[in-house]
């Protein structure tokens, strides 16, 4: 099994920064390719970035250019490094990891989830 934990979440203006990390505990090798996504109330939920292994990264529409994943695979963390907030990216953010990167990717699922942190960004 394999267990995802997320912190960095919290209030903050407009066009400020926070950054998510995602620490990883358990059968790590399960899930090499991990990435985030985010729920807001009502909507559906959204794939913003995954990364590989090889830190290579890739990203939605929707947050390319203000958003930056990265890895650290000696902790097993992930990060999500959020610029450029906005009122609309108010939502729950969730670390997500996946046996295959189209998991993440085009499936837009995953083998296993955090619990989540709230973000909300204030106008």
């Known amino acids: 099994q394999v267990q995802l934990v997320e912190s960095g979440g919290g209030l903050v203006q407009a066009g400020g920064s926070l950054r998510l990390s995602c620490a990883a505990s358990g059968r790590t090798s399960n899930i090499y390719p991990m990435g985030w996504f985010r729920q807001a109330p009502g909507k559906e939920r959204e794939f913003l970035a995954a990364?590989?292994?090889?830190?290579?990264?890739y990203y939605a529409d929707s947050v390319k250019g203000r958003f930056t994943i990265s890895r650290d695979n000696a902790e097993s963390t992930v990060y999500l490094q959020m610029n450029s907030l906005k009122p609309e990216d108010t939502a729950v953010y969730y670390c997500?990891?996946?046996?295959?990167?189209?998991?993440?990717?085009?499936?837009?699922?995953?083998?296993?989830w955090g619990q989540g942190t709230q973000v909300t960004v204030s106008s």
């Open positions: 990364i590989t292994w090889w830190s290579v990264a």
């Open positions: 997500a990891g996946a046996s295959t990167l189209s998991t993440l990717t085009q499936r837009r699922s995953a083998d296993y």
